[in-house]
């Protein structure tokens, strides 16, 4: 009688798999490992970071809801007789939007959060196409990260790079939406000692 039951039961369950929804795996965020340039004026970060969006992102971007970036990145004196100093502290703000108008995406980038309250002082991109706007959110290029003044010579320090998807500035409906499903988790992290290479 049970093995009827569970036969029956498994039966039931192929015939309703396709009307349930699957979501689409994606591949976790990976950081690449981080170059770190001295120059007079400081040291400098370049890596990139790997992800797509999942189906519920892009069509929330396509319906016009904007997307929030965050690249943040510590560096850390070693010290053995306490807690690592952070010496510095450097964040990276980027807002993803398309334009219906133009059927173009534009990506505003800044060192402070940007807010609905004006975009203060940003850099501008747009693009034709959503893979060429997320290929400028991946790719960190030569990014101030520390003074020179903040590095001294015999010193040990380390970076921290992180980075995410901040649901936080998605409108208040989304927010709850988001918070622990994993369609809306985008977030990646590396830590590296800081050995610097002379820039050209």
């Known amino acids: 009688m049970r093995l ?6 498994a039966c039931v369950l192929l015939a309703l798999a396709p009307l349930i929804p699957a979501h689409a795996e994606t591949s976790p965020a990976v950081v690449a490992p981080l170059r770190l340039e001295a120059d007079v004026d400081g040291v400098y970060l ?13 069509d929330a971007l396509l319906k016009g809801i904007p997307m929030f970036f965050v690249a943040q990145a510590d560096v850390l004196r070693d010290r053995w007789y306490w807690y690592d100093k952070r010496v510095s502290s450097v ?8 334009q219906p108008l133009t059927r173009g995406w534009r990506l ?3 060192p402070n959060v940007i807010t609905d309250a004006g ?35 015999g010193a040990r320090y380390s970076v921290e790079f992180r980075f995410r998807l901040d649901v936080s500035q998605l409108p208040r409906p989304f927010q709850i939406g988001a918070v622990g499903e994993a ?9 590296q000692r800081l050995t610097l290479e002379n820039a050209k």
Not at 91 to 98: E, S
């Open 46 to 58: 370049t890596t990139g970071v790997k992800f797509e969006l999942s189906a519920i992102v892009e």
């Open 108 to 110: 505003n980038v800044s």
């Open 4 to 9: 009827d039951l569970a036969a029956l039961l």
């Open 119 to 153: 975009l203060g002082v940003t850099l501008n991109q747009t693009f034709d196409s959503l893979a060429d706007a997320l290929a400028a959110v991946q790719r960190i290029s030569h990014w101030r990260i520390a003074d020179a003044s903040d590095i001294e010579p």
């Open 183 to 191: 369609d809306w988790t985008i977030s990646a992290s590396r830590d």
């Open 91 to 98: 964040a990276r703000h980027m807002r993803l939007a398309y």
